[in-house]
């Protein structure tokens, strides 16, 4: 494979990872399941996984109603399998508070958690998406 080819579906990949922390943050559901492959699995910690678009979004309809987050994304790194698969390992802090932004900023706390993001992605008919995601918590704040 071409090194421009494989910086391609490297910044592809990594981008869907953006896409979905900012989207989660905004609660732009669509946008969110728009990541996934329609039969993509999102397994998440204590949890039965999510399978496919239907179950991912009936999740992210009800998660985050009266909160504020921000998902700040790091660390990620794509390896490319071939043309049409890859994976990557991520990290991120994730910061939340209950209420509004609106008003203006809520206080400011440690992090909630620190994530571990593991994903394998696809590309169907030219377009690159999330078949499958892990979350991992490797930290969580005490009483959350």
Wanted: hydrophobic share 40%.
């Amino acid at each position: 494979m071409e090194s421009l080819s494989r910086m391609q579906i490297e910044h592809e990949c990594a981008r869907l990872i953006r896409v979905y922390c900012n989207s989660i943050d905004a609660h732009n559901v669509e946008r969110v399941v728009r990541v996934f492959a329609e039969d993509g699995v999102w397994q998440r910690p204590g949890n039965p996984p999510l399978r496919g678009h239907a179950e991912i979004r009936a999740f992210v309809e009800r998660h985050g109603i009266g909160a504020v987050s921000a998902h700040y994304v790091t660390n990620i790194v794509v390896d490319v399998d071939n043309d049409d698969h890859a994976s990557s390992n991520a990290y991120a802090l994730v910061f939340r508070g209950s209420g509004t932004a609106a008003a203006g900023p809520l206080p400011l706390s440690l992090p909630r958690l620190v994530v571990h993001y593991q994903h394998k992605f696809v590309r169907e008919k030219g377009q690159w998406y999330i078949k499958y995601k892990e979350t991992r918590w490797l930290f969580r704040r005490d009483g959350d």
